[in-house]
């Protein structure tokens, strides 16, 4: 709903959430009050980039500690929740390439679709599952 060339600001804006401990708060009235989107709008769109943030920065931290494996955890949505997502809850997946979304048709990670608060726990090799 953000014009295609307010894209990088709006990054920016993202970025600038995540490394102030994850300000959606900050994020939904930045949203808000510059591209004039309503403010459910605002929030929804900052939710969901500071759960892509969040999901992106946990995968290279995972990355640097040789942790290669995932258990995906299904969190429902407040109004929705994805039934594909819901049948990839407890499933172990390579973090770096997700796992096969039927209704994508295609794999996704954690956060990836719209909306989604998924996530997953590291599998570490020395302790397993």
Known sequence: SIPQ????????????????GRDVEFLADELHKRYEITRRRAEFIA???????????KRVQDKELGITEGIWVHVPGKK?????????NGKKFVIAEGLYD???KRKVLCGELPGCQCTYRAVIPEFGD
């Open 47 to 57: 939710r969901d980039q500071s759960n892509k943030a969040t999901e992106a920065l």
């Open 102 to 104: 039927s209704d994508v």
């Open 5 to 20: 060339h307010y894209f990088m600001e709006v990054t920016g804006l993202v970025q600038r959430s995540a490394s102030t």
């Open 80 to 88: 929705t929740s994805r039934h594909t997502h819901q049948l990839m």
